[in-house]
């Protein structure tokens, strides 16, 4: 995956030349935008998946913070091992990407809920200009249907709202449809707004 700091598409298609003469056969964005793809376009991306945009004002009431935790240092193997268990192949994160979720906005908070026997879920939230960003959730799938995608979720409005933030925002897979119906539950309703993930040269059919 590449992420554009600054440049345009000649840069992005040298980057991707350069990509591909390491025999990498496929490179990624990530989610962007629709108004800021059209560099990418012109280096030779093309639309892999798209996700939809959701959005909850944190005015309205909601439960509390329930049995999740805030966590004050992540373990970043517990929670790789979480997050593989419940994404797999192309939508699971590596522990870099898991970091720079968490480092993404200056404000931002790790939630984590579990057993004796460990992390069995976790959310990563941050805050800025009072917009809130859930940037990942993951359950394990041994424990699906036990409320913890629930709990993990009013921890990371409760303390969105005690913040100062406005609205939460998060995006989501079409074809996620328990996702959907967890936030369609809490509140969350589609903007009508898409982000896209682009890809570069012999792109592997998704399994959305």
Same mark, same amino acid.
């Given at each position: ?7 345009g ?18 490179l ?7 108004g800021?793809?059209?560099?990418w ?7 892999? $998946?798209? @996700?939809?945009i959701?959005?909850r004002?944190?005015? /309205? *009431?909601?439960? &509390?913070? +329930?049995?999740?935790? =805030?966590? #004050? ?10 997050d593989?268990a ?45 917009? $809130?960003? @859930?940037?990942r ?5 041994? /424990? *699906?249907?036990? &409320?913890? +995608?629930?709990?993990? =979720?009013? #921890? ?47 792109c ?5």
């Amino acid at each position: 995956m590449v992420r554009l700091e600054r440049g345009g598409g000649e840069f992005l298609a040298l980057v991707a030349e350069h990509f591909d003469s390491l025999g990498l056969g496929q490179l990624f964005s990530p989610a962007l935008y629709p108004g800021v793809t059209r560099s990418w376009r012109r280096a030779g991306f093309r639309t892999y $998946a798209v @996700l939809d945009i959701m959005e909850r004002s944190l005015s /309205r *009431a909601f439960d &509390g913070p +329930g049995r999740a935790t =805030m966590a #004050a240092r992540p373990d970043w193997d517990q929670l790789l091992a979480v997050d593989r268990a419940a994404f797999g192949g192309f939508w699971a994160m590596s522990r870099l990407g898991l970091e720079e979720a968490y480092a993404t906005n200056r404000d931002a908070v790790l939630f984590e809920i579990g057993d004796g026997d460990g992390v069995c879920g976790y959310a990563i939230v941050g805050s800025q200009s009072e917009l $809130a960003y @859930l940037h990942r959730i993951a359950v394990h799938p041994a /424990r *699906a249907g036990a &409320g913890m +995608g629930t709990s993990l =979720m009013e #921890a990371a409005m409760s303390w969105a709202r005690a913040s100062g933030n406005q609205t939460m925002v998060l995006n989501v897979r079409p074809g996620n449809t328990r996702a959907r119906l967890l936030y369609n539950r809490l509140g969350f309703a589609a903007t009508g707004s898409t982000l896209e993930v682009m890809c570069h040269g012999d792109c592997p059919q998704l399994l959305n």
